[in-house]
């Protein structure tokens, strides 16, 4: 018999898990970023996510050699965030402060 999680046990800090909270918080959780992306001329999450998305995955590429374990699992790492969610958060944050 395994073990199962429900929506609520799987969620960290409010986001839809640890790496996307982790993500958001030290890639995109400051006031420069919304400047950095143009979010204030974003219309819809799905763009923002995919440019969020291909961001990040250049940063953990962009440095010296990309290959081997340590990349792998920072990848994979990515793969787990929920990318449009960062987006609706920006987006949102935009239209609060508008």
């Known amino acids: ?6 929506d609520s046990d799987s969620r960290y800090n409010g986001w ?3 790496a996307t909270w982790r993500v958001n918080l030290e890639m995109f ?3 420069d970023t919304a400047e950095y992306f143009d979010v204030a001329n974003v219309s819809d ?6 440019t969020l998305k291909e961001h990040a995955e ?18 994979a790492f990515l793969s787990d965030v929920n990318w449009y ?3 609706e958060h920006m ?5 609060a402060d508008a």
């Open 85 to 87: 969610e960062i987006a």
């Open 45 to 50: 999450a799905s763009t923002l996510a995919a």
């Open 1 to 6: 018999m395994g073990y199962t999680m429900n």
């Open 58 to 75: 250049s940063v953990m590429t962009d440095f010296g050699d990309n290959e081997g374990l340590a990349i792998d699992y920072a990848l």
């Open 29 to 31: 959780d400051d006031a």
């Open 16 to 18: 839809t898990n640890y």
């Open 91 to 95: 987006l949102d944050e935009i239209r």
